[in-house]
């Protein structure tokens, strides 16, 4: 029997910073992860010897004095990340169809607007309107300026609809998908998506865009040192199966092999939906169960990673989505009938060995569930490895052939100069972070139902917190963010902000 102050289901980056930020304040904390990888989204994979993000390509706000910076800095890592800076002209670019114009979204406010506006010189005040709205935004969410507000703020510019918004700053098209055509960021859809979903997200990448160089699984081993140095635990391999509830508290968690890990406190960084297939409580109504089940997830994708032949492509210090059509919104989450991608993104990892040259190309599409759905009964993950069957395997050589055919028409160099290659798909997020359907970003947020696709951190379960992607935002700066709300709800919201803020 294991007894612990606070026990957290979960190593997403929220779990480990939640457990770092608790560990630190002399609370005796275990964290349980039923993958070998601790991290989540976090993990990194190697394939020729080469290392691929899983998930993480690059990050937003890690710059000096930005609010992730001061979150890693308290939380004992930031030193020691090796990031590396994009390019501060455009650190994504925005293609569409054949065209070879690609438009730079560029680091710091001034230079967003100065670079965009050499390819749209009618639009200088709509560029500044632009600048200013998703700061203003942005000041209205407190957390993300660390500072303790309160829920009236983020009420007054929560309910702007993402697509609405933007017409109302300019009637140009071109530019409205061009600041959008990085949606795969936060996989929004037209109509549904709120605006400040891309106004934080956006934001935080004006400000700095900065890769983990050696990947990102980095941030998770750091914040595992710095756990470990406060007396905390991490148990790799430990899938809770269930979480027992006794007189209204919830008593202990259960591994699956039997394992208890019994706790004052518990924090869920996992999907709230299997929170709840986990959870054995009556105080949960029925009509909750149901309405978390019945929620949207955000769609899936599929990512093709490539190790590239030393010194034959060209690095790019820069991430490029390119678009088929002139609507980024357009077959988002529908399969295209055809099989070719309507959208993709490309990241790039310079090789150390050959500068300017890029070592390794990772390519990320939308992918819905529905194109997955026939293997949807298989499981594979680094605790429970299983092949998926020739079908499988067929359906992900095509689908990478269509996409690799894509990407030559603009990215030439690369024919003749792929030395190996993997791909993931929607039932690899799901079965390697436990996201439901491989849903990127969880439960997709609507404007249309603010109420219902908001997840509070506290459940009816007094004991019981939620973090994690799920519950506010989701992306490094968002789950960082998180974690700090949820850490307050312990420690006391001022005292732990105070704490960060004095830290700087
Ligand atoms: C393809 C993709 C690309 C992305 N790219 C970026 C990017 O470039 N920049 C960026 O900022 N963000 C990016 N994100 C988003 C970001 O990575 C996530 O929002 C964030 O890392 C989620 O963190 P989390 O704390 O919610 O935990 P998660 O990463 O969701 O981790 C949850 C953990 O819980 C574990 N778990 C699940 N069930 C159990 C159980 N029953 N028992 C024990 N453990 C369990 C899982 O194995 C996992 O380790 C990307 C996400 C995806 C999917």
Redesign the pocket.
Known sequence: MQQYDVVI???????LLSAVMLAREGMKVCV????KQ??????TFSLHKTVFD???????GLGEGHTLNKIFRYAGIMDQLELKAFDADGFDRIAFGDEQISYPQAVGFNNFVAQLEQYFPAERDALSDYIKTIQTVGDHFPLYRLRHGDASEKARVSGWELTATLEKITQNKRLRNVWTGNNL?YAGAAGKSPFYLHALVLESYIHSAHKVVPGSSQIGKLLWKQLQQFGGDVYRH????RLVEENGLLNYAETKDGERFYGKQFIA??HPQ?VLS?LESRVIRPAFRKRIEALEQTTS?F?LNLVLKPGSVLHRPYNLYWHRNDDVWENTDVANPSGSPQQYALYFTEDKHHPGYAESLSI?SYMPFAEVRAWSDTTNHSAAEQERGNDYAAFKQQKSALLLEEVMKRVTDLRGNIVAESAATPLT?RD????PQGS???ILKDVNKPAETAIAIRTKIPNLLL????VNL??????SITAVATCGVLTGLDYLLGKINAKQ
Do not use: D, F, R
Not at 38 to 43: A, E, K, S, T, Y
Not at 54 to 60: E, R
Not at 238 to 241: D, G, K, L, S, W
């Open positions: 289901i979960g190593s997403g980056l929220a779990g349980l992860e039923k993958n601790i991290g989540g989204c976090l993990q899983s998930c993480v390509h690059y990050i937003g960021l430990a899938e809770v199966t960084n996992i299997q986990l994708a990512m990320l997020y390697y972070i436990g996201a990127l970003y969880g973090t994690g992607q799920n989701h992306g490094v700066l968002g789950v």
